[in-house]
């Protein structure tokens, strides 16, 4: 179902073409939309939460960030119980509060320190959906968004372990959709001030939601850094574009200003994740000038602490070279050349009707949807050059913020890298397949067969999903059964 892009904002007197341009959707109250985004964001959650805690004990980096967490509840900072003192961590701590948070409420256990993921990974298959309808406008084009990650084997693994990445993809995504938000309140304020004969005088108040998901995001991980000049470029493009079709040549250096508040309250946020660090005494480096010899004022030496202790963590990540078996290349991402294997007990236990039984989690994507990424890029970006669309470059550039940067890093000092680091473009990535799905149903020439090859499609991505299941939740198979789901042989064993 398709709505209706409505122009109530402009006037009469307003050139069709100009409130064309500035159209934006209006009728995100639409029942149906809400309807699709309800069930789809209810199965994601069903799907995230069944059987949660059957992989016993800690699974991959849970060896990590659980026991952070929980040490962050007893003491306020990460805690090294060996030595009974502050423990080196080498990632901000939003991630591990959060993960505390569902320890607080659960315990100590597999559902203390999973639940909160699987919050995670729903709220961003119900924004993504949410997204998806306000850049298509189209319910059916929305939902697919929405299915589409939720029948992702990446980003469903991801929301049922406790590592920080899902939280990271969760609030870069967030990041994202305030910026939409944002466009479309910037254009209908300017339609308006078109229609008045004004100045446009706007507030931007969802870029500045923005900045605050964004500080959050780098609260999570320090890669959300990645996403900022590229957010920072097509929040401008977004405005110049706008403001030419609206006939105003000035006001640019003002929205720039906010653009600097937001940048602003995105550090402010990030400070705040530090909160703990800051109002105990025990943190790593919390005194490090005075234990050195040197001043240390209030506040402003709290704050060259912390930058000290950044320093090293950088210095740190900078120099992480050491191999691991399950590594990878950011350009074998996409082609899923290289899958961490996030659990293999030793004894998988018996009773899978076979003589040899395997139990395994393997963070794979979805073969189906993760082989469409790199042939949905290509056709965005004619998309974006042959008709200027607005959404494929946005798409691309999304991408490109969550890809690029770790090609440079890569090829620059062979830093250590795995392909979890990529859930942050996973978003943009399903609204590149998205998007030519559209553009298939709106063929004139083919809308029936479009439909036909879009509908097609998705059923061929559950089914896939469904095949790869009991790899994605480390149920008892047998060998047999396991080995035939290892299409790239060796590579993803």
């Not at 900045?211 to 900022?228: D, E, I, N, Q």
């Not at 040899?356 to 963070?363: H, N, P, V």
Request: net charge positive.
């Amino acid at each position: 179902m398709t709505t209706v892009v409505t122009e109530s904002a402009g006037r009469p007197s307003v050139p069709h073409i100009v409130r064309r341009r500035l159209a934006t959707l209006e009728n995100w109250l639409d029942p149906y939309s809400w309807l699709v985004t309800v069930v789809v964001t209810a199965l994601a959650a069903v799907l995230r939460l069944e059987r949660i805690t059957e992989a016993e004990g800690y699974v991959f980096d849970e060896v990590y960030y659980p026991t952070d967490a929980w040490d962050m509840l007893r003491h306020g900072v990460e805690w090294d119980e060996k030595s009974d003192s502050a423990g080196y961590v080498v990632h901000p701590p939003l991630g591990k509060w959060l993960i505390a948070a569902g320890e607080k409420i659960f315990g100590n256990n597999e559902l203390g320190w999973r639940f909160t993921a699987a919050v995670a990974g729903t709220l961003m298959v119900l924004i993504l959906i949410r997204v998806a309808y306000r850049m298509f406008h189209s319910v059916v084009l929305a939902g697919t968004a929405g299915m589409l990650m939720t029948l992702d084997g990446f980003q469903f693994v991801l929301s049922r372990t406790s590592l920080l990445d899902i939280f990271l993809g969760l609030f870069v995504l967030a990041t994202f959709a305030a910026m939409v938000l944002d466009r479309d309140h910037y254009r209908r304020r300017l339609l308006r001030a078109v229609g008045s004969g004004s100045t446009p005088r706007i507030v931007p108040w969802w870029l500045l939601v923005a900045g605050v998901m964004f500080g959050l995001a780098c609260g999570v991980k320090w890669s959300a850094l990645f996403f900022l000049p590229f957010f920072g470029a097509l929040t401008v493009v977004w405005r110049v574009y706008a403001r030419r079709s609206a006939g105003f040549t000035g006001g640019l250096a003002g929205d720039l200003g906010w653009g600097l508040l937001s940048v602003v309250l995105s550090v402010v946020l990030y400070l705040a994740t530090w909160t703990g660090w800051f109002l105990t005494d025990t943190g790593w480096d919390r005194h490090y000038r005075a234990q050195n010899g040197m001043s240390e004022p209030p506040i402003l030496g709290a704050l060259l602490n912390l930058l000290h202790y950044h320093q090293g963590a950088y210095g740190f990540h900078a120099g992480l070279t050491k191999s691991h078996n399950y590594q990878s290349w950011p350009w074998q991402w996409l082609l899923i050349g290289r899958p961490v294997a996030f659990y293999w007990p030793d004894d998988p236990g018996s009773g899978c009707g076979a003589p040899s039984c395997i139990r395994e989690i393997l963070l794979l994507g979805t073969p189906l949807l993760w082989w469409s990424f790199l042939p949905a890029l290509v056709t965005l970006l004619w998309l974006a050059i042959a008709r200027r669309d607005w959404r494929a470059y946005t798409i691309l550039t999304g991408a490109a913020a969550g890809l690029l940067p770790w090609f440079y890093f890569a090829v620059a000092d062979h830093r250590t890298m795995f392909s979890f680091y990529a859930l942050p473009a996973l978003p943009f990535l399903i609204l590149a397949v998205v998007h030519v799905l559209g553009a298939l149903i709106a063929s004139p020439r083919g809308r029936l067969a479009g439909t036909l090859v879009a509908g097609v499609y998705v059923a061929l991505v559950a089914l896939c999903f469904a095949y790869f299941h009991p790899i994605f939740t480390g149920e008892l198979i047998p060998y047999d059964s396991w080995f035939s789901r290892m299409w790239l042989g060796n590579r993803w064993i």
